[in-house]
């Protein structure tokens, strides 16, 4: 056990957090997302976090992880088929999350363009999160200090 680590995070989740760099993504995503497949055909990281929401683990992520503040959008959500302006439960709740971190709003994308953009994820970590759209992308930013 570690202080200050949420619970929910695994080590294997803290290990795969630790490896990234600054521009790797990591795709949140529900337990309908096809993770397995999508990081099969990508070679990406795969850690199930069964038992936990979208977004309570996009909560756990953003206290370790910062976003890239070099890009036009660190975070991207799924567009509802059919209705790209709806803002189904999980996203109205990522919202929130994000502001709470101190971090800008997401963008979304249109269904197969999240899809593909989930394909060059360094990490996908695969909630038991049940409710549909329940995914987001996240570009991870640097933790740097400026003094020598």
């Known amino acids: 056990m570690l202080k200050n680590i949420p619970s929910l995070l695994t080590p294997d989740a803290l290990h795969a957090l630790a490896s990234?760099?600054?521009?790797?993504?990591?795709?949140?995503?529900?337990?309908?997302?096809?993770?397995?497949?999508v990081a099969r055909k990508s070679g990406a990281r795969l850690?199930?976090?069964?038992?936990?929401?979208?977004p309570q683990a996009l909560a756990a992520v953003l206290r370790l992880l910062p976003l890239d503040e070099y890009v036009t959008d660190a975070a991207w959500t799924m567009q509802v088929v059919g209705d790209p302006e709806a803002v189904p439960p999980p996203v109205a709740e990522f919202t929130t999350v994000l502001h709470q971190a101190g971090e800008r709003p997401a963008a979304s994308l249109e269904r197969f363009a999240f899809y593909e953009h989930a394909q060059s994820a360094f990490l996908i970590l695969q909630t038991g999160e049940q409710r549909k759209y329940g995914n987001i992308l996240l570009r991870k930013g640097v933790i740097a200090s400026d003094h020598a």
């Open 20 to 37: 990234m760099g600054h521009g790797d993504d990591v795709a949140i995503v529900d337990a309908n997302f096809p993770a397995a497949q």
């Open 47 to 54: 850690v199930h976090l069964a038992g936990v929401t979208a």
